[in-house]
């Protein structure tokens, strides 16, 4: 897709460390360790743009990239992915949130991310799309139920909210298989029940994989929201 640069802004830790609020935003949520940073860099066609781990709790802050932003910043990252002739796109943020219910981070901190993100959803103006990641082996976790819950509550109503299903390679055997992915069926319906229970039963599901670029092209067609805001 048409990502000319992006660049890393700020970690913001509270609503008031955000960046001015100038431009539309995609913001990635969703458990500790279920590909949030990898699917940023995937989509942005970087390889360490946003820093992952093996290990759970690797993002700390709600992260903020630019993407396509005006030339001229300090930091700006070039990379080369620009299409002739193609439409360039608005600049707009990615923001890459801490993982929720990983037991080893601190209960405070734990709180504080909690509260900043309900703050967030609910306020942040400039904010267009959420995607929820879910582990597309495993579907659904007691905290997605939450996040869900909220999001019905109380994320404003023209905000997308978009639930995706991550390292659908994990589920499938061999390399041919790996690129079209998988997800169970009992995945599914647990998080369709799950989904409805919560009331936001209508929100797409798209199913990805960061390592073979599955779901990119429909990750995109709601980052476009973003850009187009
Ligand atoms: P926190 O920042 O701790 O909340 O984690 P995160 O959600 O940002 O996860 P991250 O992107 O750091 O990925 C966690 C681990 O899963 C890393 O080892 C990734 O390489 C791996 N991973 C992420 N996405 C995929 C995927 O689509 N397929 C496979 N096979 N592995 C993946
Ligand atoms: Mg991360």
Known sequence: ALVRRVLFVTGAISMAGCPPADRGEAV???????????LVN?????KSLAYTSKRPGK???????AVNDKPGREKEIKFG?????????DSFY????????????????????????RDFLANRRTLKVVFHLVDGRHGPIDEDATIM???????????????????????AKGPAKKKL?????????????????NKVGNAPIIVTSAETKLGRDDIWRYLRIAAEA
């Not at 995937?42 to 970087?46: G, Y």
């Not at 992915?81 to 796109?89: S, T």
């Not at 819950?149 to 589920?171: F, H, I």
């Not at 992915?181 to 229970?197: A, C, F, H, Q, Y």
């Open 42 to 46: 995937m989509v942005t066609n970087r």
């Open 149 to 171: 819950k909220q999001v019905g509550e109380s994320l404003p109503k023209n905000v997308a909210y978009v639930v995706v299903l991550t390292k659908a390679d994990k589920n």
């Open 59 to 65: 993002t700390q802050q709600f992260n903020y990239f």
């Open 94 to 117: 990615i923001v890459d949130l801490p993982g929720f219910g990983f037991a080893k981070v601190p209960d405070q901190q734990r709180k504080e991310w909690a509260d900043f993100m």
């Open 81 to 89: 992915d620009v299409v002739e002739g193609e439409k360039d796109l």
């Open 181 to 197: 992915g998988k997800v169970s069926i009992d995945v599914l319906n647990t998080l369709r029940e799950t989904m409805r229970e």
């Open 28 to 38: 990635f949520i969703g458990r500790s360790n279920v590909g949030k940073s990898s």
